[in-house]
């Protein structure tokens, strides 16, 4: 009986054995990220594969072979582009990896965003952990560009932004989630990273291109809004408590500039409502340290001139944004959340009407300022 028994178990466990639907890791194809334009009504979708092994066990690549290539096909729609680029792609494609996406400005102006994702959120193997960016350039250059010192593509600043956005926190860095997040809630305006390649690195043998987050496009669930880039987008790393550091500079007293570190950054927002409708308080709280100075300068004064520059970039981006009807600071949002009732009252399609005078005070305090050295003077000093 026992005998019988062994026999049995012995041909059950033969079916068991091997993963019989799994494809193999080399017979596979893995995406990193995607492009999509937008031309003469069809979509134009560029597909980056990279090579894991290239890159498997090291943040170095260990062969001159390239790290990625990009593929590219069009269509009526989204997914039949990207069924087309099946066709040229020798083996099957696995989509787990999917890091980041690049919208171009006539995809981002031609079609409503929502189709843009769908196809992809929907699929099983894409994380939702996507980072999104728009560019005005052409998307392939985006998907070219080679992280410097040639460190794995996976660990390049759009693979990876989390990391550089803790020393420079000019925009925050957005994913499919997030995005999902903002077009639900009022306003329903959801600001995506800007990109620009600019050549402005150099290696001993060529010139190396970089990708630059230079502002952000605003889109709707229903259209797009428009770009706010270079210094008119300076002030939204000022109204967000995700702001890890950044830096103003400003000209001190002296007439020398002067560039101080911002560290920390807290904001809050009050909606006053009245019987003329909704205007914004606004108290934002930093901490500074003092990085470069010239000349004689004073804690009072490198005071006094941040709040001055911080104020005044604030209030620029917000100028910039009501030209293209753009809630930049949300404030739609501190309405609905604080005072639903007069949100209620007030909106129009999520969105309150906003002006020149619908932010009613702007406060910005200094809570710390001190310096990385033990005083704020210069460290040689002109004879």
Same mark, same amino acid.
């Given at each position: 009986?026992?005998?019988?028994?062994? =026999?049995?178990?012995?041909?059950?466990?033969?079916?068991?054995?091997?993963?019989?639907?799994?494809?193999?890791?080399?017979?596979?194809?893995?995406?990193?990220?995607?492009?999509?334009?937008?031309?003469?009504?069809?979509?134009?979708?560029?597909?980056?594969?990279?090579?894991?092994?290239?890159?498997?066990?090291?943040?170095?690549?260990?062969?001159?072979?390239?790290?990625?290539?990009?593929?590219?096909?069009?269509?009526?729609?989204?997914?039949?582009?990207?069924?087309?680029?099946?066709?040229?792609?020798?083996?099957?494609?696995?989509? %787990?990896?999917?890091?980041?996406? +690049? =919208?171009?400005?006539?995809?981002?102006?031609?079609?409503?965003?929502?189709?843009?994702?769908?196809?992809?959120?929907?699929?099983?193997?894409?994380?939702?952990?996507?980072?999104?960016?728009?560019?005005?350039?052409?998307?392939?250059?985006?998907?070219?560009?080679?992280?410097?010192?040639?460190?794995?593509?996976?660990?390049?600043?759009?693979?990876?932004? !989390?990391?550089?956005?803790?020393?420079?926190?000019?925009?925050?860095?957005?994913?499919?989630?997030?995005? &999902?997040?903002?077009?639900?809630?009022?306003?329903?305006?959801?600001?995506?990273?800007? &990109?620009?390649?600019?050549?402005?690195?150099?290696?001993?043998?060529?010139?190396?291109?970089?990708?630059?987050?230079? %502002?952000?496009?605003? +889109?709707?669930?229903?259209?797009?809004?428009?770009? &706010?880039?270079?210094?008119?987008?300076?002030?939204?790393?000022?109204?967000?408590?995700?702001?890890?550091?950044?830096?103003?500079?400003? !000209?001190?007293?002296?007439?020398?500039?002067?560039?101080?570190?911002?560290?920390?950054? !807290?904001?809050?927002?009050?909606?006053?409502?009245?019987?003329?409708?909704?205007?914004?308080?606004?108290?934002?709280?930093?901490?500074?340290? +003092?990085?470069?100075?010239?000349?004689?300068?004073?804690?009072?004064?490198?005071?006094?001139?941040?709040?001055?520059?911080?104020?005044?970039?604030?209030?620029?981006?917000?100028?910039?944004?009501?030209?293209?009807?753009?809630?930049?600071?949300?404030?739609?949002?501190?309405?609905?959340?604080?005072?639903?009732?007069?949100?209620?009252?007030?909106?129009?399609?999520?969105?309150?009407?906003?002006?020149?005078?619908?932010?009613?005070?702007?406060? +910005?305090?200094?809570?710390?300022?001190?310096?990385?050295?033990?005083?704020?003077?210069?460290? =040689?000093?002109?004879?």
């Amino acid at each position: 009986m026992n005998n019988k028994i062994l =026999i049995l178990l012995i041909l059950l466990t033969t079916t068991l054995t091997g993963c019989w639907d799994v494809s193999e890791p080399e017979r596979m194809l893995y995406i990193n990220a995607i492009g999509i334009d937008f031309k003469d009504g069809q979509y134009e979708v560029y597909a980056q594969i990279i090579s894991f092994a290239n890159i498997a066990k090291s943040d170095q690549p260990t062969s001159n072979q390239p790290q990625a290539e990009v593929g590219f096909a069009k269509g009526k729609t989204e997914d039949e582009a990207i069924f087309n680029l099946y066709r040229s792609i020798d083996q099957k494609v696995f989509w %787990g990896h999917f890091s980041y996406m +690049v =919208i171009s400005d006539e995809a981002m102006k031609n079609v409503k965003f929502s189709p843009v994702i769908d196809g992809f959120i929907r699929y099983g193997e894409t994380p939702y952990k996507v980072w999104v960016y728009t560019t005005k350039g052409p998307v392939q250059e985006v998907l070219l560009v080679k992280p410097v010192l040639n460190k794995a593509i996976t660990l390049s600043k759009l693979g990876d932004p !989390e990391n550089s956005f803790k020393q420079e926190s000019f925009i925050e860095p957005l994913n499919f989630r997030e995005l &999902i997040i903002r077009m639900d809630e009022p306003s329903h305006e959801a600001m995506i990273p800007l &990109i620009t390649v600019e050549e402005n690195w150099e290696s001993m043998n060529e010139s190396i291109k970089a990708p630059v987050i230079s %502002g952000v496009g605003v +889109v709707t669930p229903s259209g797009f809004k428009g770009f &706010i880039s270079g210094d008119k987008a300076r002030g939204i790393q000022w109204m967000t408590n995700k702001t890890k550091r950044g830096q103003v500079t400003f !000209e001190s007293d002296g007439g020398h500039d002067v560039t101080m570190v911002i560290e920390k950054v !807290e904001v809050k927002v009050d909606p006053i409502v009245n019987k003329e409708g909704v205007k914004f308080d606004i108290d934002v709280r930093l901490n500074a340290a +003092v990085s470069t100075v010239e000349g004689k300068v004073t804690y009072d004064s490198l005071a006094k001139g941040i709040k001055k520059e911080v104020e005044k970039e604030i209030m620029v981006t917000y100028e910039e944004a009501l030209k293209k009807d753009i809630d930049i600071y949300h404030l739609s949002e501190q309405l609905y959340r604080k005072n639903v009732k007069a949100w209620k009252k007030y909106h129009i399609d999520g969105k309150v009407e906003l002006t020149n005078d619908s932010i009613r005070k702007l406060t +910005v305090h200094i809570e710390k300022l001190d310096s990385d050295r033990k005083s704020i003077k210069e460290t =040689i000093k002109n004879k």
